[in-house]
């Protein structure tokens, strides 16, 4: 598993470039999409419903799907370890990439 980096982020803008190069494994990247897709879905069944316990599902949805693309098929530990809010960031704005073709899917 390769290791973390040891690099210090300023900014979201440094940081998203290396976030990036953490997920080239295509695998990775639609584990990620989808789990960030079933969290707006939770979200959206919670806010409509009133069933609030389901917001406690929300990050298991999340983090779950992206943990399993980092260590089965990316092979290295996620960002989030290291850089819990740029990395936060960077799942939304990878998905957004990824909804507008800027990053294959």
Known sequence: MRSQTTE???SFAEFYPFYLAEHRNRTC???HFAGSLLVLA???YALA???WLWLLAMPVAGYGFAWVGHFVFEKNRPATFQYPLYSFM???VML???LT???PL
Do not use: E, N, Y
């Open 8 to 10: 210090r982020f300023t």
């Open 42 to 44: 939770i979200l959206a």
């Open 90 to 92: 960077g799942d939304w």
């Open 101 to 103: 073709g800027r990053l």
């Open 49 to 51: 419903s009133g069933q």
């Open 96 to 98: 957004r990439d990824m």
């Open 29 to 31: 990247r639609r584990l």
